[in-house]
């Protein structure tokens, strides 16, 4: 598949959607446009009993909060690649990423080859679709 730039305006289409999705979702789960300081329960409303509980959704929340911080990082990545013209290349070997595997994870750095090594090199390092 090479590049077209309709094909990579399809995929800038695709990840801005993705970008404004997840800002949306975050938005609402914090209540509007608050802070997550802001979002944060109060630990000084916390009852005595309540400590786990308080811990727990807190570990919870900086977890989710890792996660989506780094999905929009691997979409504004993306984007930064189609501006540049490196989008659908795998970042290791330099071949072009079959169109199927970018429609199911437009933010995909690696061909699948690549993906499984690097995955069996870095076994603690997060997958990638």
Request: include cysteine; proline fraction near 5%; glycine fraction near 6%.
């Amino acid at each position: 598949m090479t590049m077209t730039q309709a094909i990579s305006d399809t995929f800038a289409q695709q990840l801005q959607q993705m970008r404004a999705d997840l800002i949306a979702h975050l938005r609402q789960r914090r209540g509007g446009k608050v802070g997550r300081a802001q979002a944060a329960p109060d630990p000084h409303e916390v009852q005595s009993g309540d400590w786990n509980q308080f811990d727990s959704e807190r570990d919870l929340e900086q977890a989710l909060d890792e996660r989506e911080t780094a999905a929009l990082r691997d979409i504004d990545a993306a984007l930064q690649r189609i501006a540049d013209g490196t989008f659908g290349l795998c970042v290791d070997c330099g071949a072009e990423i079959p169109a199927a595997r970018l429609h199911a994870a437009p933010t995909t750095l690696r061909c699948l080859a690549c993906q499984q090594r690097y995955e069996r090199e870095h076994p603690t390092a997060a997958p990638s679709l």
